[in-house]
């Protein structure tokens, strides 16, 4: 391994030094053996599953290290291809592997925490918090996402309380009802019948394993199963209980292929050590995570009920107990009151999503919300001011599933504000993706628009965009009056010519755009679409600064004009 | 807040319209301001967490981070310095309990606040490399209130004296020690290093040292140690208690160097209670201690050992030279096997069985052992007595103890050889006169030897067993062959004794009586019959007889005597009366003797058989000797012993001497021949060290001795020397 040291990946490692082929209409497997880049990242957002495996038994991340493509190896890893020296399929990769270079990747990628979404992160890091977990499978605990740990600077910081202890072969198991529930019809029916009121639960059966049962319950968090394959028949004989059809499929047919199958980049690999790890993506999608948080939402906002009068305690009193008695399998534990609309959630989910809700829900008893006293009322209850009932709808949708669908562009600045109240950054992203399409057709006005809020914000991507279509239009832009007036709300540029970035920013550098100065950014990029030499944009800066001021000085007589025609 | 939903498309839409009102940046710090205030005075419950974080969010949104950031600086400093003026203001023991409560206070007020201002901690604070509230929280904390200028000093102060007053014996809340010393590290554990921990090590120092002199002016050494020893646990299970674990090291230090090793000299040395005394007297706890105690400091063992060793050698070469000792070597051995066994166990049970303490033993015992040059024969005259008669009805296992314990001495001799010589010679005897307890104790003893130094050493030790069976053989066959030709005549039994196995002493034959001599011939017939090629002689010094005497009252006994007397007892046989001449030229017997023989028939009480004119213990030339027809004993058997010296004569160690250095010659001369073999040109020193290397094991050879054989080499044509280099010898082929 030692030789793997002095090995260094640089950024230029990563382009091919010859054309490559490319292969427009072919699978993931004709494309990672390519290398051909596009088309794969074409296919991986299309949702194809990157572990499963052709008719010769070979995953895609093999081909590509077989053939020495970096870049599409680091493609595939960066979406969970399974590298881990110990399973089959990484063995193969690692035996594979062309060069050293490749091997270096493989190793790096296989000591970072497993490429995750973000809600199968978040609650993987819940399931991990729990003290009774925390103690096993080591390397998955070192993995365990530093940098939340770092805020709070205690290893309680992704703690959030469980409701339910399982102790097996001595070992307990903490773990969350909504989630098994969800995941498994087993969990739910018994959750709803004879573990109603338990917090603890003892399994004595004797062919139940701690450790099989821990893998599927981390499964169940994370949508990543990774198992020793010496436990994989328990697991099955596990699943056949819960009643997890396709993930017992799945391990099924990997048992039989584990019989033949060969290791051969270790030597010798003792059984004991043999892994199989299944990403959530190999599973038809109505038995991922996402799908089944979906159904727990929608049974959920089912009984949430929306009352015209619930301006007196008692009456929302009443409505909340009528609300419990008839409905308790969607197992909600906490209401909040959006505008007139009462939802029934899941502490666990909006805790592991939102750290201001993690916040919210354990400073329950230190502020006025505690003391709020509904009599015979036994669910928590909050109350979220100054957000209308479908973006609170649309952003617990997120939370629960990862996904927005069909939202509505008007709709985008209120998500915007409730992902950045919130703290639900990934939010931001994804509706930045739903909002990209429609700008297209904007007009500047509308342009000018959204640059403000993606400044305000933070979303970098909307930012960038309609930088970039202002500075490409410029003289469009300058003449329409919105973009003046928004000259004026804006701080100035810096005059300070040092502060002005000489060389072009590289595509894609991100560093820079942080919060920075618009104006300056605006500039920046106006230079770029200018395509001036290098050695005249300091006077292209300056016209442009001129050019600014002038727009700015209308802008100012527009306004008075318009302020006295106001008056 | 209804006017905000409306939403189109507008510059202005939905929260834009909040800025609208220049006021609202003051207006909304007021509230988060006035919230604040209420966190710091327990009056959270009546806030609306939802709300100030909307405000606080909004403000951030909005670009008023700077001034919400500074708006928190400002309100929490002035938080900071009122309750810096209460803690101030408390008095006397309630001052760190103050501070203790207002600590939790401002901790948990400061995790509220974080909470609420979450959103700036995640976005504005990252942007501008500002401080995170919590580390900000902490840092006011500390410029505030710990370096106050009127709590710094009183702080360190009030800890310093609570540790005092505990180490003098009185009884301080633990907890609120525990507390306030984590709060100094939860601050920054720079500032537990400089506002507790710095002081408090220098305390403690100034405090130990003054102790630690005053113990060592009244106490004994056990005594100090005792109370060492307390003051170092006390130390360390208050770090465990209330002090950060980093300062264990730290305070432990401190009492170590304090209170052991600027005394350590000191204590080791005191008079009548000092290492040597603690060594004599046994006192296993006081020395455990004190191993325990000086394992801590950097030369502390060294010092002990050093003490113990030459302590060790001291006695021991007192014991080897006390020329008292000397006169019974049985009891000189037990001595030093009492000794070892002593420091044996002081060091398994007091010195943690350390292995630089038994090389000290071995390497004192070695140098004293060694000074006595008899302790070779007292060693083997020590086996000579448990072998006779010492191990008698003892189990098998304490035959191999002491058997052991033997094999430890012997392994300190640097002349084995020596030892080798005195062996032979008193297993020689005891296997003669059949004196052996028990024979596999004997064995055991050879195998010993034999993995201690080899084959070589015990080759004619065993060679003496075969021969010793193969005589029992021998006489069976002799009998067997004879068959009842030998029935009326005496008993004879021969032991057939291999030349060079057996330390013999050429020595001329005496006549045997005529009665004997005939069946020694056909002994003699009939043994060189079997074996062909084969010289037999008669070693008459070294057999013994059973004699039938009747007495004057017609009183039967049975006489175990030597060859020698019986020899002389023969004589009177044939007449009641014969001088001192007529015996030596009837048998021929040696001078010397001949005369300790009729010493023991003639002087010995109870056992003279023979009486002497005139009467006196030495034998004169002109003396007359008669048959003692009084002669009684109670016993049937009688057993006369021969006046033999148990230990050597002058005269006989000077021989024995002799012969060993005669036998060490050859062996040199091999070594030499064997290392110029594999070297062929050496030169003289190296020569010498390897010799020297080579016959370790079985003596120390001299180098003015290994040069003669050199020299004899070189006159015999083994080796030449070079003709440049004088000093280089060469090996001839």
């Not at chain 1, 970072?112 to 925390?134: I, K």
């Not at chain 1, 409505?319 to 909600?332: H, I, N, R």
């Not at chain 1, 505690?370 to 036994?378: A, N, V």
Request: include cysteine; hydrophobic fraction near 35%; proline fraction near 4%.
């Amino acid at each position: 391994m030692s030789d793997l040291d002095n090995i260094a990946l640089d950024p230029s490692d990563f382009s091919a030094c010859l054309p490559l082929k490319k292969v427009p209409h072919g699978d993931v497997f004709e494309a990672s053996r390519a290398g051909d880049v596009t088309r794969l990242k074409h296919l991986i957002d299309r949702g194809i599953n990157v572990n499963s495996r052709d008719q010769w038994d070979s995953c895609a991340l093999y081909y590509a290290c077989l053939a020495g493509h970096l870049e599409a190896a680091r493609m595939l890893l960066e979406h969970g291809a399974i590298c881990d020296e110990h399973t089959f399929d990484g063995d193969r990769c690692h035996y594979a592997a062309l060069n050293l270079k490749v091997r270096k990747l493989l190793k790096a990628f296989e000591a970072r925490p497993p490429p995750l979404g973000p809600l199968q992160g978040a609650l993987r890091d819940v399931f991990l918090g729990c003290v009774a977990n925390s103690g096993n499978l080591d390397h998955l605990n070192a993995l365990s996402n530093p940098a939340g740990n770092s805020f709070d600077g205690g290893p309680c910081s992704t703690y959030f309380k469980p409701d339910v202890v399982f102790y097996v072969q001595g070992r307990s198991i903490e773990a969350h009802r909504v989630i098994l529930s969800a995941r498994s019809p087993f969990f739910k029916k018994k959750f709803e019948t004879d573990w109603k009121d338990r917090t603890e639960i003892r399994l004595s059966r004797e062919k139940l394993s701690y450790s099989a049962l821990y893998c599927l319950i981390h499964f169940f968090y994370s949508d990543r199963l990774e198992i020793a394959v010496d436990e994989m028949e328990d697991l099955v004989r596990i699943c056949k209980v819960c009643r997890c059809e396709s993930l017992k499929r799945v391990l099924e047919k990997e048992l039989s292929h584990q019989k033949y199958a060969e290791y051969k980049a270790l030597g010798d690999v003792d059984n004991s050590q043999k892994r199989f790890i299944m990403q959530g993506l190999s599973l038809p999608e109505e038995d991922r995570l996402p799908a089944a948080l979906q159904r727990i939402l929608e049974v959920s906002l089912a009984n949430s009920t929306e009352e015209q009068n619930v301006n007196s305690i008692n009456g929302l009193s009443s409505q909340v107990t009528s609300m419990q008695m008839s409905f308790e399998e969607d197992l909600a534990d906490i209401c909040i009151k959006v505008d007139k609309k009462l939802f029934r959630c899941h502490q666990v989910v909006l805790a592991s999503r939102s750290e201001y809700f993690k916040a919210r829900l354990s400073r329950m008893k230190d502020f006025l919300e505690g003391k709020g006293g509904l009599p015979d009322f036994t669910l928590p209850f909050l109350e979220e001011h100054d957000l209308s009932i479908e973006a609170f709808e649309k952003m617990i949708e997120y939370m629960y599933t990862d996904t927005l669908k069909d939202i509505d562009p008007d709709q985008a600045e209120e998500m915007f504000d409730a992902a950045s109240r919130y703290l639900l950054f990934p939010l931001k992203r994804a509706v930045a993706d739903v909002l990209l399409p429609h700008l297209e057709m904007a007009p500047p006005a509308e342009l000018c628009h959204w640059l403000m809020l993606a400044d305000m914000y933070g979303v970098l991507k909307i930012r960038e965009y309609c930088l970039d279509i202002m500075a490409y239009n410029f003289e469009t832009f300058a003449d329409s009056q919105e973009f003046r007036a928004l000259l004026l709300t804006l701080p100035p540029p810096s005059g300070d010519s040092s502060l002005r970035t000489t060389v072009p920013s590289a595509p894609g550098a991100e560093a820079t755009m942080d919060g920075g100065n618009i104006l300056d950014d605006l500039r920046e990029k106006w230079l770029e679409a200018e395509a001036a030499e290098l050695d005249k944009r300091d006077e292209s800066a300056l016209i442009f600064d001129k050019r600014l001021e002038m727009l700015m000085i209308v802008a100012k007589r527009e306004k008075s004009v318009n302020h006295n025609g106001d008056n | 807040m209804s006017a905000q939903k409306k939403r189109n498309f507008q510059i202005e839409a939905f929260k834009h319209r909040v800025v609208v009102d220049p006021k609202y940046a003051e207006k909304t710090w007021k509230i988060l301001e006035h919230a604040i205030h209420e966190i710091y005075n327990h009056n959270a419950s009546g806030l609306s967490f939802e709300e100030l974080y909307r405000n606080a969010y909004n403000m951030v949104l909005h670009k008023y981070g700077e001034k919400l950031y500074s708006g928190l600086v400002a309100t929490l400093t002035s938080h900071l310095k009122e309750i810096a003026k209460s803690v101030e203001a408390a008095q006397g023991p309630s001052f760190l309990e103050e501070l203790e409560r207002k600590w939790t206070d401002h901790n948990k007020a400061l995790q509220m606040i974080r909470d609420i201002l979450m959103y700036m901690d995640r976005t504005f604070i990252p942007s501008t490399h500002k401080t995170p509230v919590n580390e900000l929280g902490l840092n006011l904390w500390r410029d505030n209130i710990i370096h106050s200028s009127k709590i710094q000093t009183r702080l360190q102060s009030t800890l310093l004296e609570l540790v005092q007053r505990e180490r003098s014996g009185e009884v301080i809340n633990r907890g609120l020690m525990r507390n306030i010393t984590k709060m100094l590290a939860d601050v920054g554990y720079v500032v537990y290093q400089e506002d507790f921990e710095k002081p408090f090590i220098e305390v403690s120092a100034d405090f130990y040292r003054g102790e630690s002199q005053q113990y060592i002016d009244c106490c004994d050494c056990g005594e100090y140690l005792k109370k060492a020893e307390k003051r170092l646990n006390e130390e360390i299970e208050r770090v465990s208690h209330y002090l950060d674990l980093k300062t264990e090291a730290k305070i432990t230090n401190v009492v170590e160097k304090e209170m052991i090793e600027s005394h350590m000299q000191r204590l080791v040395h005191m008079e009548n209670s000092g290492l040597v005394k603690m060594l004599v007297d046994d006192k296993f706890d006081d020395l455990g201690r004190m191993y325990s105690l000086f394992r801590r400091v950097q030369t502390g063992l060294t010092l002990v050992r050093d003490v113990m060793t030459s302590h060790i050698r001291e006695a021991g070469k007192q014991l080897v030279t006390d020329p008292e000792r000397l006169k019974d070597p049985v009891d000189f051995v037990q001595r030093l096997l009492d000794e070892k066994d002593k420091h044996d166990k002081i060091i398994s049970v007091a010195f943690n069985n350390d292995k630089t303490f038994q090389n000290a033993l071995n390497s004192s015992f070695e140098y004293f052992i060694n000074l006595n040059p008899r302790s070779p024969e007292f060693i083997s005259l020590f086996v000579d007595d448990k072998l006779r008669k010492g191990l008698k009805g003892v189990s098998e296992e304490d035959v191999e103890t002491v058997l052991d314990k033997v094999m430890m001495l012997f392994r300190y001799l640097q002349e084995k050889d020596v030892f080798e010589k005195y062996y032979k010679q008193h297993l020689a005897k005891r296997l003669l006169s059949g004196k052996t307890v028990s024979d596999d104790a004997e064995r055991s003893l050879i195998v010993k030897l034999k993995t201690e130094c080899g084959y070589q050493f015990t080759s004619k030790l065993e060679g003496m067993f075969t021969d010793m069976k193969t005589s029992q053989d021998t006489m069976q066959g002799f009998y067997a062959a004879m068959g009842g030709e030998l029935a009326d005549g005496p008993t004879l039994v021969v032991q057939v004794l291999t030349t060079g196995s057996w330390p013999t002493q050429s020595s001329t034959p005496c006549n045997l009586p005529p009665e004997i001599l005939g069946v020694c011939e056909k002994f003699k017939n009939y043994y060189l019959g079997t074996h062909s090629g084969r010289r037999l002689s008669w070693q008459t010094n070294m057999g013994n007889a059973d004699l039938k005497v009747t007495f004057g009252k017609g009183q039967k006994h049975e006489l175990n005597v030597s060859t020698y007397q019986m020899c002389i007892l023969m004589l009177f046989n044939n007449a009641d009366q014969q001088s001192y001449k007529e015996i030596e030229q009837a048998t021929e017997i040696p001078t010397p003797d001949l005369k300790r023989c009729l010493q023991s028939l003639a002087c010995a009480k109870g056992r003279n058989v023979l009486r002497k004119e005139p009467m006196s213990k030495d034998i004169g030339e002109d003396d007359i000797f008669f048959f003692n027809d009084k002669f009684t004993s109670k016993f049937y058997k009688v057993k006369i012993g021969t006046v033999v010296a148990q230990k050597e004569s002058e005269p006989e160690k000077l021989e024995t001497r002799q012969r060993v250095e005669e036998d060490r010659k050859p062996q040199i001369e091999a070594a030499i021949v064997r290392i110029m073999k594999a070297r062929r040109v050496l030169d003289h020193n190296n020569i010498v060290t390897e010799v020297t290397k080579q016959l370790q094991s079985r003596f120390l050879p001299n180098p003015i001795i290994i040069k003669k054989r050199i020299e004899s080499l070189i006159e015999r044509e083994f080796l030449e020397r070079d003709k440049e280099d004088r000093k280089l010898y060469r090996y001839l082929a």
